[in-house]
């Protein structure tokens, strides 16, 4: 009987056990949640005191400089700037001294520009009449020491070549006309009258008026073919042409100055470079045209304009020239 009733005492203290274990289950599924913790406020943060500045007087070696000063929350982080680049600036080079120019050389030559409607060239310009009829061709002029023209040497037409005589008329018996260009000099001569009488009337007055020379007069120069020297004796070139005004005044005579090494060409030297002086019992012509002048003169082209060339003045010539004005 003892065993079955310490046996029921166990069963009873195990049911016990498990009845009170579903008792203590239910009370924590079934009970109410517990309430939520409040909140605290977080502690503001205690304010940094700076530290009072530094006085003027003190060095910046004295005031204590933080290794790491703190940084405030709100500060921004600010990144480092890029480097840019800049060229190096150019070494500025000192310009160099002004020098002053020498003085431009003398000039050699002086040039006079002559009118074409007023200036014509005189070998082979035909000779009419009054009545506008051609007799002939001038072929050459002759001047006195002064270098005066005194006559005209023409070349008297024949029949077709055929009696061609040269004969010499005074100067002062033509007119000259660069407008006409198919006879630019007139001999006036009577109507009807032969051109060879009037030449020998010429001849017979000479003998006893002396400013109208006759032919044989051995104080005339006659310009074409005749050479153009200096004073020393140097040759220039040779007299191929005069050009002469409407006022019957020669304005230049046309040289050619070329030779068998130089290149043939022609100048036209002003009349005021050009001397007639007596030589050998003759007139001979000579001017002062160097070889650097020539060289440096124009050349001569009958369908240009024609520039006369003469020496450039010296100075004391220019300023004789320059007081008789």
């Given at each position: ?61 004295s005031a204590p400089v933080a290794a790491n000063p703190p940084r405030e929350a709100s500060e921004p982080k600010h990144t480092a700037p890029k480097p840019v680049y800049r060229p190096a600036p150019k070494p500025r080079v000192a310009p160099p001294p002004t020098q002053t120019p020498p003085p431009a050389p003398p000039p050699l030559i002086s040039l006079r520009a002559l009118a074409a409607a007023d200036t014509h060239g005189l070998l082979d310009a035909r000779v009419q009449r009054p009545d506008g009829k ?192």
């Open positions: 009987m003892s065993g079955g009733s310490s046996r029921q005492c166990l069963i009873g203290r195990i049911l016990l056990v498990l009845l009170l274990s579903m008792l203590a289950g239910c009370s924590t599924w079934f009970a109410p949640p517990p309430a939520p913790e409040p909140e605290q406020p977080a502690p503001e943060p205690a304010p940094v005191e700076e530290p009072p500045p530094a006085p003027a007087s003190d060095t910046l070696a051609v007799i002939g061709r001038a072929i050459d002029m002759f001047v006195d020491a002064a270098g005066k023209p005194r006559e005209m040497l023409v070349n008297l037409a024949g029949f077709m070549g055929i009696g061609d005589r040269k004969m010499r008329f005074p100067w002062v018996d033509f007119k000259f006309d660069a407008a006409q260009k198919k006879a630019p000099i007139t001999l006036a001569i009577p109507p009807g009258e032969a051109p060879a009488s009037a030449s020998a009337k010429q001849k017979d007055k000479a003998a006893g008026k002396p400013g109208r020379a006759g032919a044989e007069d051995a104080h005339l120069l006659g310009m074409i073919d005749t050479t153009a020297e200096r004073r020393n004796g140097t040759r220039v070139g040779r007299v191929v042409d005069v050009l002469v005004d409407n006022r019957g005044e020669p304005q230049a005579a046309v040289v050619d100055v070329g030779s068998l090494i130089h290149e043939r060409r022609s100048i036209a030297a002003d009349w005021s470079a050009l001397r007639f002086v007596p030589k050998d019992g003759a007139l001979s012509l000579q001017t002062d045209l160097s070889d650097a002048q020539v060289n440096a003169a124009p050349p001569y082209l009958p369908s240009q304009p024609v520039r006369a060339v003469s020496p450039a003045p010296t100075n004391a010539a220019a300023s004789a020239a320059s007081a008789t004005r």
